[in-house]
């Protein structure tokens, strides 16, 4: 499992390993919010969000020993589209990232080049993922329901979306097996 934190005043935020076995191996340190990840169709690269960089990451990765190598940038958000957040890879290995004060989805091909944008009516979307019997239903959450008149009128809702795409069945950890 990996996992990751977010800054604080006095520490930058990791990435994390969690093994099997309950122990915890630091993957990247100097961090300022990690969010969303996924792998590769091929399952031997990790994309990774650091939200506050703004920039979605790709590393090589070993699925043997759990390593990270090679980190290049995917893409790079500008300050005013808002920040990447949550993120899911699609069938065809596109990568769909959600837009924190950025109010769309992002869909990207595995090359990095935008090829579609969804606007939400909420200033922050924070996370994407497919489900369904087909994975053809995108599920989109946003934030910051407590104030609409300033985030939007879907601000705190999940929407729910029959798409052309397909996604792929999330991974089950194993921890404590």
Known sequence: VLCGTMSTPKRKGRLYRLDRDGSLTVLLEGIGCSNGMGFSLDRKQLYYTDSFAREIYLFDYDASGGTLTNRRIFATVEDTEGMPDGMTVDREGCVWSARWD???????????????????PARKVSSVTFGGPDYADLYVTTAGGNDKPEEGAGAGALFQMKTEYRGLPEFFSRIGE
């Open 102 to 120: 950025g109010g769309c989805l992002v869909r990207y091909t595995p090359g990095g080049e935008e090829q579609l944008r969804i606007e939400f």
